[in-house]
């Protein structure tokens, strides 16, 4: 009777090692999984931060560019630049977008 005791106790011991072993490689696992996410994510958010600064940057020189030509009347400047009026359009709005975005 004891040696059946016995047995079943190592068996026992033997599930809750195998039962630590795998929580703790799940665990290992989840980690790495959050790193590579948060890997990734600050990727994205540079990419974002990037195309903002540009956009930014783009919206910037149209601003320069109307104070230095001294253009005030908007229309004009619209139907002779279309291209550059799209882009600083579309700076406007991105930028607009981001930081409502943000609240």
């Known amino acids: 009777m004891e040696n059946e005791n016995y047995g079943l106790g190592d068996t026992a011991a033997n599930v809750r ?3 630590s072993d795998f929580g703790n490689k799940a665990a290992d ?6 790193d590579t996410a948060k890997s990734r994510v600050a990727a994205i958010g ?8 540009g956009a930014r940057d783009r ?4 601003v320069e560019y109307f104070r ?3 253009i005030s009347d908007v229309t ?10 799209l882009v600083a359009a579309l700076a406007l709005g991105f930028v607009a977008g981001q ?5």
């Open 17 to 19: 090692d195998r039962v």
């Open 29 to 34: 696992t989840a980690a790495k999984a959050a």
């Open 46 to 53: 540079e990419g974002i931060g990037n195309a903002a600064a």
């Open 59 to 62: 919206f910037d020189d149209t």
């Open 68 to 70: 230095e030509q001294g």
């Open 76 to 85: 004009k400047y619209v139907k002779s630049h279309p291209v550059q009026a």
């Open 99 to 103: 930081l409502l975005r943000r609240d």
